[in-house]
């Protein structure tokens, strides 16, 4: 593949841009800052890894949690000190290019499906998650929408909650009763 061809003029042609190579000599948006964002990690984990039980000896507790996070802390520094160095890529936002508006969009769903996770239960967190995914990524109508989230959340009920049996936050739905009401239906109603 050709090092220098990168699709379109704004990389939204499907195709990746992180191939091997990318941007040698240039910072794409964001990238100091979560370089800067490693490095400040790190040194947060080395002075954890620090608390465990200080550097009294070799084989103390935390002196593997301290010398993994030192080099950790060390090759985020340098990494960060190389990329402040680069020019930054003329022509690309993180808003366009490395964070845009449907990504944080998800994000936000996604925190909201955590928060809700408990309280609602999953198969309703999980119903109000897809209807709204499919509804803003499929651009189709309510119909295609509720067919589509319902029946992908009646297959993944099926598969982790009654083949694998995988205990999945109740929440408010009385979903046990659901499963004894199908096992004694699919049983003859014997006990």
Do not use: C
């Amino acid at each position: 593949m050709d090092p220098d061809f990168r699709g379109d003029s704004d990389h939204h042609d499907g195709t990746s841009d992180a191939t091997p190579g990318g941007y040698p000599k240039q910072r794409r948006p964001g990238e100091l800052g979560f370089a800067i964002f490693l490095t400040v990690a790190s040194l947060y984990l080395l002075y954890d890894a620090y608390g465990i039980s200080g550097f009294t000896a070799l084989s103390g507790a935390g002196s593997i949690p301290m010398a993994t996070t030192f080099v950790m802390a060390v090759t985020a520094l340098i990494v960060g000190l190389r990329t402040a160095r680069l020019n930054k890529v003329a022509g690309e936002t993180i808003a366009n290019d490395i964070l845009p508006v449907m990504v944080i969009l998800f994000i936000g769903f996604l925190i909201v499906f955590g928060l809700l996770l408990k309280p609602l239960g999953f198969v309703l967190t999980a119903a109000l998650f897809l209807t709204v995914s499919i509804k803003v990524l499929a651009h189709k109508g309510w119909g295609y929408t509720l067919a589509v989230s319902l029946g992908s959340l009646v297959v993944i009920w099926i598969i982790f909650r009654v083949v694998f049996t995988v205990l999945l936050p109740a929440g408010i739905l009385p979903e046990a009763e659901f499963i004894q009401f199908f096992r004694n239906l699919f049983s003859g109603g014997a006990s």
